[in-house]
């Protein structure tokens, strides 16, 4: 089956922080690989801006390097790298001054009718300077949108303080909040896999499911993110997407599959997130710092050691138990964790069906019943695993083995895996906003958060320890099995 291509308008994409990691790493990439595909309009032109000073030739050989560095060497085409690489120019520009700023209006001049696209790829203290600029240097059109990279703020109120003012000079309907979980192939899977099947629905809920578990699992410990000691598990994992994960598996079927209609039934499940708070915080939830260990079988520093400090508070791992108390989901768990350097890397949704009401099989002579599940992995060889119960062949009694009917995208479909940003990016020149965060989300989302974070810091417990390479702090293991549960995987 080959992807159907839809040429997208033409554009303007002015990336700030264009000399940076991210839009190295990912954004050009994913730029050129749309483009590859032919989804990009002759007419379509990408600007690095950041405060370097760079020349043009400067600008498309970082660029060049860096597509030759993360573009599989068999999607590298030298007619498709030299006309990505036409597209590409350069503005040196300070956020924080007016210099250059006159270079960028000239460069956008006389195309004020096409799609103009700012993407902020810089710290979030930077998103009021540039957007007050913008606004002062007439670069925001009607066809203008900013797109926002995550973290937006630390907590609900330098959240709002951020919003506040992008808001003042962009209309809600052109901010385009990133969660590059949200671009993830199986994570729109998932709302095809509920809303495109018929038979899940009569079973997704309280009667037929006994719990749900959200793992995110890296390998990779700080890998030279200094910034991340600002942030921790919580506030650069949980916030973001692991509730947008909860929101798309626990949200009511939307009545259409358009921005608002969605984002409405994320809304309503972050509101019914039971709080946690310092009353319940030491039992609902669990944060751990890694310290020495192995990964991959070499031996890895701890994260004190990979920072070079002596002490920090900031939490590398988080398990919680959530509740959505809502008629479907009243008493059913959501356990929810995330974590650097745990064993393997893997992302997923485990949906825990119930046990069975009543078994006929009174003389079993092997093996055991055990309850359905459901594993949707993200991340790496997506996919979907139905865990269902067989009669082991042979003659004589009944034999019951579990089997997972496994689905792995990569055998169903022979086409590749795109990488989360090129939806994304091309989502805004669509003016498609389905799969970005709307403000009212966010505060939602901080809203469950805040009391959380200020509860740690008011009873200030130090992280757990864990070894690098294990599933996180004892209490982790702990946290599921004082409720009769245990976490899918973790003995495998
Ligand atoms: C980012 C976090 O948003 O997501 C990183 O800031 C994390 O800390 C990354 O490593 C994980 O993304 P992915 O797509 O590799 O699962």
Not at 241 to 248: D, G, P, R
Request: net charge negative; charged share 25%.
């Amino acid at each position: 089956m080959s992807i159907q291509i839809i040429p997208v308008d033409p554009f303007d994409y002015v990336v700030f922080g264009g000399s940076g990691d991210l839009a190295l790493r990912k954004l050009f990439p994913a730029l050129y690989e749309r483009d590859l595909d032919g989804q990009l309009p002759d007419d379509a032109r990408i600007i690095g801006a950041s405060r370097s000073v760079l020349s043009n030739d400067d600008f498309t050989a970082k660029v060049e390097n860096s597509l030759r560095k993360y573009i599989p060497s068999d999607r590298i085409d030298d007619t498709a790298l030299s006309r990505f690489i036409g597209r590409l120019s350069y503005c040196a520009v300070d956020a924080t001054s007016d210099a250059g700023w006159q270079d960028l209006h000239a460069t956008l001049d006389g195309r004020n009718s096409v799609v103009r696209a700012f993407y902020l790829s810089v710290t979030p203290k930077l998103y009021e300077d540039i957007c007050e600029r913008l606004n002062r240097f007439d670069l925001i059109t009607s066809e203008t949108r900013v797109v926002l990279e995550k973290p937006i703020g630390t907590n609900g109120q330098t959240a709002n303080e951020i919003n506040n003012a992008v808001g003042r000079y962009f209309d809600e309907t052109q901010i385009y909040r990133i969660d590059h979980y949200l671009g993830k192939e199986t994570v729109q899977n998932l709302m095809a896999l509920r809303f495109a099947n018929v038979f899940f629905e009569p079973i997704w809920n309280r009667q037929y499911i006994d719990h749900v578990q959200i793992t995110v699992a890296e390998t990779l410990g700080l890998e030279g993110r200094t910034y991340y000691d600002g942030s921790g598990a919580t506030r650069d994992m949980v916030q973001n997407h692991i509730m947008q994960l909860l929101c798309l598996t626990a949200m009511e079927p939307p009545a259409h599959m358009d921005a608002d209609a969605v984002r409405d039934e994320k809304l309503k499940v972050l509101k019914a997130l039971d709080p946690i708070t310092s009353d319940n915080v030491a039992q609902l939830t669990v944060r751990g710092q890694y310290t020495a260990g192995s990964s991959g079988g070499q031996a890895v520093p701890g994260y004190l050691d990979e920072l070079g400090i002596d002490q920090s508070q900031t939490e590398t791992f988080v398990a919680m138990r959530a509740e959505v108390k809502n008629w479907r989901w009243n008493g059913v768990p959501f356990y929810l964790r995330t974590g650097k350097r745990l064993p393997k890397r893997v992302s997923e949704i485990v949906i825990q069906f119930r046990e069975l009401p009543h078994s006929i099989f009174t003389d079993v002579t092997g093996g055991k019943i055990t309850a359905n599940r459901l594993v949707i992995r993200l991340q790496p060889d997506e996919g979907v695993e139905q865990y269902m119960m067989i009669k082991d062949p042979g003659p004589g009694g009944f034999r019951f083995k579990e089997i997972p009917l496994d689905m792995s995208f990569a055998d169903a479909m022979d086409s590749r895996n795109p990488d989360a940003y090129e939806r994304l990016l091309l989502d805004v020149i669509r003016g498609n906003q389905t799969l970005f965060m709307r403000r009212d989300e966010v505060r939602a989302a901080w809203n469950w958060i805040d009391p959380i974070l200020e509860a740690w810091s008011e009873q200030a417990k130090k992280p757990a320890n864990y070894s690098a390479g294990s599933w996180g702090p004892s209490a982790s293991t702990a946290l599921i099995e004082r409720d009769g549960r245990s976490w899918h995987g973790e003995n495998d």
